[in-house]
């Protein structure tokens, strides 16, 4: 009995020892398995961080490329589309694919002015149009801000309506608008901000504004219709055979474009309004010679000045009863002389006439162009007679193509050392072309055609939006119309950077809009996309070939 029991005893002991083994063994291979779950949390965690710090690698790349001199920027192939500047960068060398960082630069591309893939390199703002400030342009027109808006692929009055009473100042609704009475009245009600917003994605809580329409099919932003995208339902009336609503009206819209409107080397640019006409003339001569400078002194102090010389001294020749013909310079006065003689007005290029500095500048220079194609009148010094001064800018556009640049460059007529909100017309899309007052289909494609993306070497005048007038696309009466609302450049700049890996996995995708209107970069915005998804196969953004 005694044996039997302690081989029992012995039997009970074996079972608890193997199922302590076996709890033991459990607990190890959950240990295990916790331990590789955790592995595999750190390494993703990591790897995402990584990502992460190459993405904003990217940003400090692009405010470096970006704050550089337009011919530093030239020299490098340029911010627009430039693969050898923004794709592929590498930051982490490494044998292995799966451990070589790198970070690239994205932006929508345009053919013939209609999106079309991706590039890489920076998208200038100031190609999109301002919300914060589309309402600017009624001042110059009545109802222009709702034009600017209609130009918009999918828009209708009733919306275009609604978000400018979404944003001006005021409680009266627009005539297919809606104000607070409106939102007030929604479950959850809420008001508009009636003033700037903070984000484009702000639309959405105007009323009739859809993410079919904000977004369009583009949900995860890289610039292509791919996946699930291509089956989205298309907002009701919206058409998009050409693509222009594939992007939605996000890729249209900004609230941050502005430009520098100072010289090329940081310094202010002389203002042509300057109380001082003293000041102001020993500014102007150095640069650009006695006769312009005397010119610009002039017209401030006479304004612009109508009179057809040829026509009046004919008339005046008649009025003198045929009392003989002169050889002389025509004496054209604004005084009535003996019975039988008739007013003349005496004509002087700008480098003849004595300004009298005694008189103030009463005339206010709206614009450079201003000065093109006018004449002015002043009283010289020491006279009391008013005499016409010629321009030195006549409205022809190959003598414009030699002095405008040079004032473009260095006057100004705003005073101002930011200017916002105005369209780029070298990179915006062809509907925002569109929008701009005066433009027709004809004159659309003739910019289209002439455009270049980047201002070249060779062409450095397109940095400015009066090319248009100087290659004879416009008339100086459409320039004058369309230059308050248009720029050839802009300062403030958006970018979306991948950070990536030549294996795949983890991708970092940050959009920045990088402000250089100010005295010193600000980095305005920094948004996180990758939510969105990953969008972008390492293959296009560029990766390392694998060897042979």
């Not at 940081?266 to 003293?278: A, S």
């Not at 005048?461 to 450049?489: N, V």
Request: hydrophobic share 40%; with cysteine; proline share 5%.
């Amino acid at each position: 009995m005694t044996h039997l029991r302690q081989r029992r005893r012995s039997g009970s002991i074996l079972l608890v020892v193997l199922v302590v083994v076996s709890l033991l063994t459990l607990t190890g291979m959950a240990f295990f398995d916790w331990s590789f779950t955790q592995r595999r949390a750190s390494d993703a965690y990591t790897r995402g961080t990584q990502a992460r710090l190459l993405a904003e690698s990217g940003i400090d790349f692009a405010q470096v490329q970006a704050a550089k001199t337009l011919d530093l920027q030239q020299q490098a192939g340029g911010l627009y589309n430039n693969p050898a500047m923004f794709q592929g960068m590498l930051v982490l060398d490494s044998d292995a694919a799966e451990l070589r960082g790198r970070f690239a630069i994205v932006a929508p591309a345009l053919e013939n002015g209609l999106w079309n893939g991706l590039r890489f390199g920076l998208e200038n703002e100031s190609a999109r149009l301002n919300l914060n400030t589309v309402l600017l342009a009624d001042k110059q027109m009545e109802g222009q801000s709702r034009v600017l808006l209609m130009a918009l692929p999918g828009m209708t009055e009733s919306i275009a309506d609604a978000i400018l009473d979404f944003i001006d100042e005021d409680d009266e609704p627009r005539d297919f608008g809606a104000e607070a009475s409106y939102y007030s009245a929604l479950t959850p009600s809420y008001a508009p901000p009636n003033g700037p917003l903070e984000s484009v994605d702000q639309l959405l809580l105007v009323r009739d504004v859809t993410p079919e329409l904000l977004y369009g099919w583009d949900r995860n932003r890289n610039f292509v219709i791919d996946g699930a995208e291509g089956a989205l339902p298309a907002p009701l009336g919206v058409d998009n055979s050409d693509g222009s609503m594939s992007l939605g009206w996000n890729a249209y819209l900004t609230l941050a474009s502005a430009e520098k409107n100072l010289r090329a080397d940081g310094t202010p640019k002389i203002d042509v309004n300057m109380e001082d006409l003293q000041v102001l003339y020993d500014q102007l001569e150095p640069l650009l010679g006695a006769e312009q400078a005397n010119f610009i002194i002039a017209f401030r102090q006479g304004g612009p000045d109508t009179t057809d010389l040829e026509a009046e001294a004919a008339g005046a020749a008649g009025a003198a009863g045929g009392a003989g013909t002169s050889d002389g310079p025509t004496d054209v006065s604004d005084t009535v002389g003996e019975e039988g003689e008739a007013a003349t007005t005496q004509s002087k290029t700008a480098a003849e006439v004595q300004i009298d500095y005694e008189q103030p500048g009463s005339e206010t220079i709206g614009s450079l162009l201003d000065l093109v194609g006018v004449n002015t009148r002043v009283v010289e010094e020491g006279s009391t007679q008013r005499v016409v001064v010629v321009t030195p800018f006549p409205n022809d556009p190959a003598a414009l193509s030699q002095s405008l640049p040079l004032l473009m460059d260095n006057l100004t007529a705003s005073g101002q050392a930011v200017v916002p909100g105005r369209l780029n017309v070298n990179q915006c899309p062809r509907q925002l072309l569109e929008g701009l007052p005066g433009m027709d289909p004809s004159l659309v494609e003739q910019i289209l055609g002439a455009r270049d993306f980047e201002v070249l070497a060779e062409r450095p005048d397109r940095k400015y939006e009066t090319w248009l007038l100087t290659e004879g696309i416009l008339t100086l009466e459409q320039m004058k119309l369309l230059m308050p609302l248009a720029t050839g450049g802009g300062d403030v700049y958006r970018a979306q950077v991948v950070g990536y890996f030549d294996a795949g996995g983890a991708q970092c995708r940050l959009e920045a809009v990088i402000d250089l209107s100010g005295l010193m970069p600000n980095l305005a915005r920094v948004r996180n996309l990758t939510a969105l998804g990953q969008g972008f196969d390492p293959a296009v953004l560029g990766v390392q070939p694998d060897e042979p």
